[in-house]
């Protein structure tokens, strides 16, 4: 079985490990669990990889985090994906920082690269893993916090549910959703 696993984020050194660009990061981690190399392809970096018989194409689009549908659809296409087997992983403002939260559809919660992704898939039903990365900014910061770095109080506790959501794609491959959000929710 084949599977799209997409970090979102945005590209450019000013973004690099922002809060913002969690999505990346997971991936990355990922990849490297994998040993799979990114190559820049159309519309994103892409690694392919294998686990348990099953095969994983990673992806980081290119397209900045708002036009992120546009890389997920011609990827879905291009490797004749089913919905099912996409996971999309993302920040998320509405849960504490670390906070892993696997689900199998949902409304965009506001994130406008969900919401690309679910205009151009044409549906809001497909897997995706949202990490927490807290509120705790002032009224008017929510640009500066989401496109800001992790404290030094947050980075151990990031580092170690970053590895946690990286197992967490490989639990949702290799025994599936439903086990896996048991599993990885709420830990």
């Known amino acids: 079985m084949k599977y799209l696993i997409v970090g979102l984020g945005n590209i450019g050194d000013e973004y690099a490990h922002t809060r913002h660009n969690t999505g990346f990061d997971i991936i990355d981690r990922l990849a490297k669990d994998l040993d799979a190399e990114f190559k820049t392809e159309r519309y994103g970096d892409v690694a392919t990889a294998k686990l348990r ?6 992806l980081k689009p290119n397209t900045y985090m708002n036009l992120s549908g546009k890389a997920v659809r011609y990827w879905v296409d291009a ?3 089913d919905t099912n087997n996409i996971l999309v992983i993302v920040d998320d403002l509405a849960l504490p920082v670390g906070t892993i939260r696997l689900k199998g559809k949902g409304s965009p919660g506001g994130h406008n690269g969900l919401k690309n992704i679910s205009q151009l898939l ?3 039903n497909y897997p995706r893993l949202r990490f927490g990365i807290g509120s ?8 500066d916090f989401v496109l ?3 404290t030094e109080d947050e980075k151990p506790i990031v580092d170690e549910k970053m590895q946690m959501a990286a197992e967490c794609i490989k639990s949702f491959v290799s025994i599936g959703l439903q086990l896996s959000m048991t599993q990885f929710n709420n830990k």
């Open 136 to 143: 705790e900014f002032s009224r008017g910061g929510q640009i």
């Open 122 to 124: 044409g549906t809001d």
């Open 148 to 150: 800001g770095s992790w």
């Open 53 to 58: 018989g099953h095969v994983l194409v990673l």
């Open 79 to 81: 490797e004749k994906i």
